[in-house]
């Protein structure tokens, strides 16, 4: 395909994995534009150019699907900007240092290790796990389910245009 992908997205601030969970080999992953998917489920093939979506089948060509969806530059910049703004607080460092090098088994002991407010830490880690900084492993213990946060990459290249 002589259409540059990840050129396309970066130049419309589409945030983007290329590994990770929910990513094929060959895949770019955005967060599907059809069925709201907060976490990359839409996988685009690098050199075939079709996509699909794990969450809800949509499928089809990239050229269709930026003509369909607009993914635009109205659609990301905005949001992707303040929540990139939100992103890299000190808090949300700290966060991202403490599940690496303390492990917490779920996001209750991960604020308790924190030393921060529950529901904050929750928000904070739906952020960053919308930005594929972290992923939310699923647990199931005795009584319930609880999330492990674990940490999805280990360094992160931010391009952005403006
Ligand atoms: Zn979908």
């Known amino acids: 395909m002589d259409f540059n992908l990840l050129n396309y997205l970066e130049s419309r601030n589409i945030f983007y994995r290329i590994e990770g ?10 967060s599907c534009l059809f069925c709201d998917d907060p976490s990359y489920h839409l996988n685009i093939h ?17 050229f269709n699907l930026i003509k369909d969806k607009q993914i635009s530059k109205s659609d990301y910049n905005f949001e992707g900007l303040s929540a990139l703004r939100q992103l890299l607080n000190n808090e949300k460092a700290r966060m991202l240092h403490v599940i690496k090098t303390q492990e917490p088994k779920s996001i209750y ?5 924190l030393k ?12 960053l796990e ?10 199931k213990t005795k009584n319930r ?18």
């Open 21 to 30: 969970k929910n990513v094929g080999r060959e895949d770019v992953a955005i």
């Open 46 to 62: 690098k050199t075939i150019g079709m996509y699909h979506c794990w969450a809800c089948g949509a499928k089809g060509g990239i």
């Open 109 to 113: 002991e991960l604020a308790k290790k």
């Open 116 to 127: 921060r407010n529950f529901k904050s830490v929750v928000e904070d880690i739906k952020l």
């Open 130 to 139: 919308r930005f594929g900084f972290i992923e939310l492993v699923e647990e």
């Open 145 to 162: 389910v609880r999330h492990k946060p674990e940490i999805a990459v280990n360094e992160v290249i931010i391009k952005m245009s403006i």
